[in-house]
């Protein structure tokens, strides 16, 4: 038996990988395979290497999922802790209490959905929230998108048209228009409906909090 196999050997059967063995000795993987894979100990060892190395992957990646978990957790929370710094003074802007009342009462509010949206066939109510991300939140024009869910006989070019110049929304902030059916032909919205969002946990966080402070005030000045 060549030496380095013997000594291959030895290091095999004390529960060394092939990768150990080659880092070792410098004998190619594919070497230490034809050697030993039609040895039953050999095999053994394989599995239970593969064994312990899943569990090692596992328990490593468990840890990887919590550290990201708390990393996105500690993130939210200073988002939140912006806004509530912001809060004194925004409130006693009109403005701004009549933009959160109008998310509070028409807005998407589940916040795992890192996304503001807003879907109204008002159009002035959405040119009026539209302003409101751009002055309360300065969410740049570009990142504020807009689609329409429109009936079948309607146009969407002149649809797209109108909604644009209504709400100052540009064009190019529009994407593909929903056709949908309604179940009364006669009985639905010459204009369809609007669909304002604009992605980002931070904005929501934000807009969320804001929410949640205004109506805490006004319930303990009712309370008192």
Known sequence: MRKDKQKAEELRRAG??????????????????DWFRNTSWSTEIRDRL??????????RLRLMVAATKKKFALLHEQ????????????????????????YWGEGDKNVNNSAIRLCNSDMGMIRFFYIFLRKILNIPIEKIKFNL???????????????????????????????????????RLSHGVGNLYVGGRKHKEKLLKWIELYMREINSQVIA
């Open 149 to 187: 869910l429109l009936y079948p006989d309607l146009v969407d070019t002149v649809q797209k048209n109108t909604w644009s110049k209504t709400t100052g929304i540009p064009l190019a902030n529009f994407r593909k228009s929903v056709f949908i059916t309604g179940r009364h032909p006669t009985r």
């Open 79 to 102: 988002y939140r802790q912006e806004a509530i710094s912001q809060f004194p003074k925004l409130k006693k802007d009109t403005f701004f209490v009549a933009g959160i009342m109008l």
């Open 50 to 59: 593969f064994k312990e190395t899943s569990w090692t992957n596992l328990d």
């Open 16 to 33: 060394k990988s092939y990768k150990a063995i080659r880092k070792e000795l410098g004998i190619p993987i594919s070497t230490l395979s």
